[in-house]
């Protein structure tokens, strides 16, 4: 029922593709190359996928009202409420030379500093939740984003964004596909899990999808442009200094869930190829470049970091 009218739920009104499109890819502040506004959709990685199969060039922005089996680590799959949600991806080429909307020349950047890409994403998200939302955002790695539950002063953080970068072997190179789900009306009961949250219930200064998504886009492209003009150097970018002050997982105690069994022991910093550095009971620091993070408390050597 949800989808047989956009409007059938003033509260949750369908975005504005017209004025979107206007705003993201045309004039002088254009951001990027193009926007499709899908009315509903399995899942917008999927669809910029197969786009970059075709030979898609960068710059694509694919965002839907309704996604239906969101892609998450692990093959995991959920779906949200109609038009409750922001659902989107980009289409990334950072191994080709690219001309930007307004005219820029990026460089190429070597596929060894591409694993910066979900951790720079997150950074957008920050950027757009504190600055848009008023959100105490932070990040936790390596692909979500944490705001205050339920908006009080000392509120139990809940993730409110996930994040996931998919590669893509394509006729015109590798491309990387980027993909971020931002809870935005949802009700509690409405939540895929107990430990999610969204803008509304975190207190946002705005629930507008459409602001929020124009934010989100304009951080993304400002963060993605840094980086490539530093050819992925996280350090000369400003990239490895943004996530670091934003990352919540530094300086906690953590359980890293691997393949091969759990890390456990106190997170304390990231490296710069963007793994996290476990120094686990033993003294021995464990460089981990993927994995399921679960925050288990403050470490008292700590105490005031994250």
């Given amino acids: 029922m949800d989808d047989a009218s956009p409007w059938s739920d003033l509260g949750r009104p369908p975005l504005s593709r017209t004025a979107l499109r206007r705003a993201v890819t045309q004039g002088p502040g254009a951001s990027w190359r193009a926007l499709d506004v899908l009315p509903r959709t399995a899942s917008t990685n999927a669809d910029v996928l197969a786009r970059a199969a075709d030979g898609e060039p960068e710059g694509l922005v694919v965002v839907t009202d309704h996604q239906t089996a969101g892609r998450g680590r692990l093959d995991r799959t959920w779906q949200t409420p109609a038009r409750a949600a922001l659902a989107v991806s980009v289409l990334l080429r950072p191994g080709t030379p690219t001309t930007t909307p307004d005219g820029e020349?990026?460089?190429?950047?070597?596929?060894?500093?591409?694993?910066?890409?979900p951790l720079l994403t997150g950074v957008a998200a920050h950027d757009a939740l504190?600055?848009?939302?008023?959100?105490?955002?932070?990040?936790?790695?390596?692909?979500?984003?944490?705001?205050?539950?339920?908006?009080r002063p000392g509120a139990e953080p809940g993730k409110v964004c996930g994040i996931l970068a998919e590669l893509a072997s394509t006729p015109s190179g590798i491309a990387v596909v980027v993909g971020a789900g931002i809870n935005?009306?949802?009700?509690?009961?409405?939540?895929?899990?107990?430990?999610?949250?969204?803008l509304a219930l975190a207190g946002s200064a705005t629930t507008d999808r459409d602001t929020v998504l124009r934010a989100y886009l304009r951080a993304l492209s400002d963060r993605y442009r840094a980086w490539r003009r530093a050819a992925g150097d996280?350090?000369?970018?400003?990239?490895?200094?943004?996530?670091?002050?934003?990352?919540?997982t530094i300086g906690l105690e953590v359980a890293v869930e691997l393949p091969g069994g759990v890390v456990r022991g106190v997170a304390e910093g990231v490296d710069d190829a963007g793994q996290i550095l476990v120094r686990d009971a033993n003294g021995r620091t464990h460089a981990?470049?993927?994995?399921?993070v679960v925050h288990v408390r403050p470490s008292a050597a700590s105490s005031g970091s994250g």
Avoid: F, M
Avoid at 105 to 117: G, K, Q, T
Avoid at 234 to 248: K, L, M, N, Q, V
């Fill in 105 to 117: 020349e990026l460089p190429v950047v070597a596929s060894e500093h591409w694993s910066w890409l």
């Fill in 130 to 151: 504190v600055r848009t939302c008023g959100l105490n955002a932070r990040l936790k790695w390596p692909n979500d984003v944490l705001v205050p539950r339920d908006g």
């Fill in 184 to 198: 935005v009306t949802q009700a509690a009961q409405e939540l895929p899990v107990p430990t999610a949250t969204s």
């Fill in 234 to 248: 996280p350090r000369a970018s400003g990239i490895a200094a943004a996530y670091r002050e934003a990352c919540a």
């Fill in 288 to 292: 981990l470049a993927a994995g399921d």
